[in-house]
């Protein structure tokens, strides 16, 4: 039996860091939580109505700034919750215009902060759901899988957010979205990210725009990615473990960006955050308003890397099973709580060992 040890991971990152005769270098402050969080730091069209921003195509620049001085104008303001000690952000990401389904969510994910009395953030957790767990559409007596709430709610998050409080027991006090080709442009825009795959992925029919399919692989092993070979390592779900690999190969992407970004390498240049003031148009949407924001960044600054956890709620621990069922006439392979469907007191539980641990 051929076992790939932590030690293994070490010593073949090692060789694979000299081949590219870069060195990498760990620690420094991390900034904010990264990819979930990136758009923030420098401003969004995109944010939710309550900013009232009026975007002018035809001078993108402008419009740039005007968020840029927003933000900088702004008044810091505590978030909500932040004064109890904990807040709790929901984070949806869906392919985007161009894809089949674009508005289906690939990826949800709670990102629970525990914050402290001096204003800082003691514990960061990513907690990634199943996005073919079978719900209760809130409000009606329909069944469906939970990545679909989102369109159901006519790109509203209320639905979700209602189901997702129901499964976790967690209130929801902010969402994002983001479309995945802002997370396309930004790995390319930071000249990639170096992720080690633990098995091989191998996709025949991996879906492309305009419902085109390609075959994609990665080899087991260190490997730099690109934006576009990000994506489909984060998108495809063609494995024995079928979305349970997807969200683990999500989350193993947000901690290499966090990786990098903390780095002391890494150094941003004006350049970056004008490439991204430009393709976050359209590519992000939130409710926080500019205060909130602010007051996020400082916090972030406080941050220790070294008090961020992931957890993907997967069949591993015996909280998820699932079969097949009717949906909409349709057999369709759903996951629900071994406890029982739509008993969710188990799935609760581990989440506040998660969250308080």
Request: aromatic share 10%.
């Amino acid at each position: 039996m051929n076992i790939y040890s932590p030690l293994n991971q070490l010593l073949e990152r090692e060789l694979y860091l000299k081949k590219k005769k870069k060195p990498w270098k760990t620690g420094g402050i991390f900034i904010l939580t990264v990819i979930l969080f990136f758009p923030i730091i420098f401003g969004s069209n995109s944010l939710s109505q309550e900013l009232n921003l009026s975007f002018i195509p035809e001078i993108p620049l402008q419009s740039n700034l005007e968020n840029a001085i927003n933000l900088t104008l702004a008044r810091d303001v505590l978030l909500k919750n932040e004064k109890e000690g904990r807040v709790n952000f929901l984070i949806l990401g869906v392919s985007g215009e161009g894809h089949p389904a674009p508005f289906l969510t690939d990826a949800i994910m709670i990102v629970s902060l525990q914050t402290h009395q001096t204003q800082s953030i003691q514990k960061l957790t990513f907690i990634s759901i199943p996005r073919d767990l079978l719900i209760k559409v809130p409000e009606t007596n329909y069944l469906s899988r939970i990545n679909s709430l989102y369109v159901r709610g006519q790109n509203n998050t209320d639905l979700i957010k209602k189901s997702i409080t129901e499964i976790t027991g967690l209130p929801i006090h902010y969402f994002l979205v983001i479309d995945l080709n802002l997370l396309k442009n930004f790995v390319d825009e930071i000249r990639g990210v170096d992720i080690f795959v633990e098995k091989e992925v191998y996709d025949p029919l991996f879906p492309e725009p305009n419902y085109s399919y390609q075959a994609f692989r990665l080899e087991k092993g260190w490997h730099h990615l690109d934006g576009s070979t990000a994506i489909k390592y984060v998108r495809t779900r063609h494995s024995p473990k079928g979305d349970f690999d997807r969200m683990d190969h999500q989350q193993k992407l947000i901690k290499a960006l966090i990786d990098k970004l903390s780095s002391s390498d890494f150094s941003p240049n004006f350049s970056l955050y004008f490439k991204l003031f430009q393709d976050l148009e359209n590519t992000l949407w939130t409710d926080l308003n500019w205060g909130e924001i602010k007051h996020l960044i400082n916090l972030g600054k406080k941050l220790d890397i070294k008090n961020i956890n992931y957890k993907v709620l997967d069949n591993s621990s015996g909280l998820i099973c699932g079969g097949q069922i009717i949906l909409g006439e349709q057999n369709a392979s759903v996951l629900w709580p071994c406890q029982g469907r739509f008993d969710y007191s188990e799935i609760q539980k581990e989440i506040q060992n998660i969250i308080s641990n």
